[in-house]
């Protein structure tokens, strides 16, 4: 099926250090949004992005819906313990009449050593 | 607010039986989408329910099948299961009424086959 390219697959980083993640695809979306998922649970909502350029804090999290609707990013900054999870990318196409399925990113792998 | 509850948990299946996940929406969610995840494949589209009818389906085979109820809950089945169908199942549920509104996930019914 339809994936984004999500990269870096994993990231291995120290507490307080800043993360950056980013999605690309070859088709364009009109919202894109970002999840994290922790074992065991269902993915959770954590930044919703709905018009091309905007920039979007949650806070410690920012996130850019890029110009060309084909990208976006995920930065988190000044990383703790619990910011550990796969962060994954989705990309929603939406419109009247239309089923609004999400197509995800392969996900990041967040490792935070102490 | 309560979210989205998926039954059962945990499910091992043996190859060629049948299997039905029940989801319950958030309380006023009145679409319902499922989703299978992988380590192989990610996270991919299976269906969305809306009004009890199906709004999209993903390319899975016709094994996979699904339903709403007219309280919103959903149900999925699948039939003559194979070793590849062991995964997370993941239920989401969106309020409509508008473009903005985010998919809740619950936690995911893991199906094991052997």
């Known amino acids: 099926g339809q994936q984004l390219n999500q990269s870096p697959q994993s990231m291995f980083i120290q507490e307080g250090e800043d993360v950056s993640m980013n999605c690309t695809s070859s088709?364009?979306?009109?919202?894109w949004l970002w999840y994290k998922q922790e074992p065991g649970e269902g993915p959770v909502l954590l930044i919703a992005l709905y018009k091309a350029g905007e920039l979007t804090s949650n806070g410690r999290l920012t996130a850019q819906f890029g110009i060309t609707r084909k990208d976006s990013f995920l930065n988190i900054s000044a990383s703790i313990p619990s910011d550990v999870g796969i962060y994954f990318c989705a990309g929603q196409i939406t419109s009247s009449g239309s089923a609004r399925q999400l197509t995800f990113g392969s996900g990041t792998q967040l490792t935070v050593l102490p | 607010k309560a979210g989205v509850t998926q039954t059962p948990r945990y499910l091992i299946k043996t190859r060629g039986q049948q299997v039905t996940l029940s989801c319950s929406p958030i309380s006023g969610h009145r679409s319902v989408s499922w989703y299978q995840q992988t380590p192989g494949q990610g996270l991919q589209f299976l269906f969305e329910?809306?009004?009890?009818?199906?709004?999209n389906k993903g390319n899975f085979p016709g094994r996979f099948s699904g339903r709403q109820f007219s309280n919103s809950r959903s149900e999925m089945n699948v039939s003559t299961l194979e070793l590849g169908d062991s995964a997370l199942y993941l239920c989401a549920s969106r309020r409509t009424g508008g473009p903005n509104y985010g998919y809740t996930f619950g936690s995911g019914t893991r199906l094991t086959v052997v």
């Open positions: 088709s364009i979306f009109n919202t």
């Open positions: 329910y809306f009004s009890e009818t199906q709004r």
